[in-house]
């Protein structure tokens, strides 16, 4: 595992610089702070100096969801040990009666646990940095009381009785389990309560004699074993919204939820929702209420104390993003509230521009990039130290001639890359040779040039007293920019109208329960004395279904082995049961014989591929793409195959995003020509790659 990239040697020469030390001086003092119209790539650098000189949390807003999660990956690199707090945005769009996923639910109350301490809690060492994008920032929360009020710190020796406790914690969101492994849960045996805080690292196991506490330790989720006692435990809410304030939500919308069809009618009836929420225990799509829980919900800003400093990294993009998603929850709202499916006289559960800009009149904000809003500034600001460096397209000779020249001229040179091994070599080639390093504690004397092993979206030029500082990344030196480092895709429910959107009249579908039919449209139908809108699907002998939108994912597009048309099924015969019977068998048949035919290929004697050279890493290091956790297990998979002696027969199929093929096809490929080129299958991987970016067969 290589070493985390470390650049914190560079936040001194900056410290160093009037322009900063102004604007440390300007926020201390609380004064109005200019815009700094900071270069981009510059702006996760600058961060992370304020946050460590600073005695105040530190609030980032972005725009986009993509901006934010790529600056809570860069913090680390120039201030490791900061805690940082990646505020998520809920698993929902607004108005949507989806369940919030538990590490979105972990992310946030994590966050407005670290800003808004509970009494008796212990004071952090260092105040927090959180980072959110307008989208999570929108989503309306508990307020601030409610928070505190449900939050308990529990002492050794403290007087607690157990029952209560465990009603306690039923009524702020905790749910009940046989064993606690996940934050938000836990048991009781007997004497001892286990308990995992939503806004802990470790779950605590909680021991008594009689009603007092007498022991507190952390235990291992995953071997239940108890390792360390600790003298406290802070226990907040585990859901923003608190079901203890469900039963009321339950009697206000009685009569609505009355209106709603039985389940055995409409799979996504919220008539379930009346009973979960009248037992005022935690349910899956409880967050759907939020905003009928509270009468003044809060938001993220109302969690930080008065001398936070708000940044905004781009002020435009944060008025657009926030306007798109206004935009998009009012088209939802109407929809909704015609179909009778949205609570009437609901409360926005989103906060909207005109509440953010208030929100922060009353707040010290600094503007990173650009605002139209603020008056043009007149004094030197942080981003005038600032410039974007040269870009060379590849030709590495020039780089090594731009980089002598740099160093000729007592410039500080540092160059981030994941082909740092091979740079120092070509440096080595003219020059003595540096070893790459993977972090940088201090500048050394000016001249300095270092090659640094790891990744940066962009590099930039800091000049300070005469003295300039140049880090150089792969965007400039090869000509492509490290794209935004990728996170595991949350499965989102998508809206029925998804399934049948791209249909058009005449087109053949299946329908997974009654077959081979031709699509005629949408109909609107009045049951009940309730209209809603049906799928309709035409059959043989002039025979026609109705579907119901919600059950639009049953219906597919029909695709044949050819144009001919298919044959259209009759409703009320056995023909599609015997059609997927006899599918059914012949999927079994396959299944055999590719058991036998693997059973027989261990027998078989195959070529065992050596181990990775210099240049296998090479490549590897000159893809610009940041591998997934998924797509770096196929490659060593692939690999460790190919270096076994059996024959092999490797499948990657389903990547999910753009050049994946690459990323899996080429390594395995210079691996096999290094040894036998042309005499492995590995060689299909090219054409398949080029056929079809999504499988690649190696």
Not at 177 to 204: H, K, N, Q, Y
Not at 410 to 432: C, D, F, M, N, T
Not at 594 to 617: C, I, K, M, N
């Amino acid at each position: 595992m290589p070493a985390p990239l470390q650049l914190t040697g560079l936040l001194e020469p900056l410290r160093q610089s009037a322009a900063y030390q102004d604007l440390v001086r300007r926020i201390r003092d609380r004064q109005p702070l200019p815009d700094q119209e900071l270069l981009r790539a510059a702006r996760p650098f600058l961060v992370a100096a304020l946050a460590q000189d600073l005695t105040c949390p530190v609030i980032v807003l972005s725009g986009r969801v993509d901006r934010a999660y790529n600056l809570t990956e860069q913090l680390p690199v120039w201030a490791p040990g900061l805690p940082v707090y990646r505020f998520a945005e809920p698993t929902a769009i607004f108005y949507e009666r989806v369940a919030w996923t538990s590490s979105v639910i972990h992310s946030r109350l994590s966050t407005l646990a670290a800003l808004a301490r509970p009494v008796g809690a212990s004071a952090s060492e260092r105040p927090p940095v959180v980072v959110t994008s307008a989208y999570a920032l929108m989503q309306k929360t508990l307020p601030v009381r409610e928070f505190i009020a449900g939050s308990r710190v529990l002492h050794l020796a403290a007087q607690a009785e157990p029952d209560k406790l465990v009603r306690s914690w039923l009524q702020i969101g905790y749910m009940p389990a046989s064993i606690v492994i996940e934050p938000g849960t836990f048991s009781r045996r007997g004497g001892i309560l286990d308990i995992f805080p939503i806004a802990a690292p470790a779950p605590v196991r909680i021991e008594f004699f009689g009603d007092e506490v007498e022991s507190l330790r952390s235990f291992n989720p995953a071997t239940q074993r108890s390792s360390d006692s600790i003298d406290r435990l802070v226990i907040t809410p585990a859901r923003e919204a608190l079901p203890r304030y469900a039963p009321a939500v339950a009697e206000r919308l009685h009569e609505w939820f009355a209106s709603q069809p039985a389940p055995d009618e409409d799979v996504v009836s919220t008539l379930p929702d009346e009973e979960a929420l009248a037992s005022g225990m935690a349910f899956p799509q409880l967050e759907y209420y939020l905003s009928n829980l509270y009468s003044h919900p809060a938001n993220l800003l109302s969690y930080a104390p008065d001398d936070a400093l708000i940044i905004v990294d781009d002020w435009g993009a944060l008025r657009d993003s926030m306007a798109d998603l206004e935009e998009q929850a009012l088209a939802i709202r109407r929809d909704r509230a015609a179909s009778n499916l949205l609570p009437p006289d609901s409360p926005l559960p989103y906060l909207t521009w005109d509440e953010l800009q208030d929100e922060l009149s009353t707040r010290q904000v600094l503007h990173l990039g650009s605002n139209p809003d603020l008056l043009a500034r007149e004094e030197a600001t942080v981003g005038d130290l600032f410039s974007p460096n040269q870009r060379f397209g590849g030709q590495l000779r020039m780089v090594m001639d731009d980089l002598h020249k740099l160093r000729t001229a007592h410039h500080a040179v540092i160059v981030v890359s994941q082909q740092a091994q091979r740079l120092a070599e070509l440096w080595g080639e003219q020059h003595p040779y540096i070893a790459p390093v993977s972090r940088i504690d201090r500048l050394n004397d000016a001249g300095t040039l270092s090659f640094v092993e790891g990744s940066l979206a962009e590099g930039w030029t800091l000049e300070q007293d005469h003295r300039r500082i140049h880090l150089m990344t792969e965007a400039e030196i090869f000509g492509w920019t490290r794209p935004e480092p990728r996170r595991h895709v949350q499965a989102r429910a998508l809206p029925p109208e998804s399934s049948f959107s791209d249909l058009e009249v005449g087109d053949y579908v299946v329908h997974v329960e009654y077959g081979i039919g031709r699509f005629g449209g949408l109909q609107k139908r009045t049951l009940d004395n309730t209209e809603r809108e049906y799928l309709v699907i035409q059959y043989a002998g002039a025979d026609t279904l109705y579907v119901p939108i919600h059950q639009a994912d049953r219906i597919s597009r029909y695709v044949g082995a050819d144009d001919s048309p298919p044959q259209l099924n009759r409703l009320g015969t056995q023909d599609w049961t015997r059609t997927k019977e006899n599918t059914r068998r012949a999927v079994e048949e396959v299944a055999r014989e590719l058991l036998e035919l693997y059973a027989a290929r261990e027998h078989v004697q195959g070529y065992t591929f050596s181990p990775d050279t210099p240049w296998q890493h090479e490549l590897e290091a000159s893809f610009p793409y940041v591998e997934t956790d998924d797509q770096l297990q196929a490659l060593n998979a692939v690999k460790e195959d190919m270096e076994r002696p059996r024959p092999m027969d490797f499948l990657g199929e389903g990547l999910d995003v753009l050049d994946g093929a690459d990323v899996l096809a080429h390594p395995p490929v210079l691996v096999a020509q290094g040894d036998r080129a042309g005499d492995h299958p590995s060689h299909r991987a090219v054409g398949a790659h080029h056929r079809d970016k999504t499988r690649v067969e190696v």
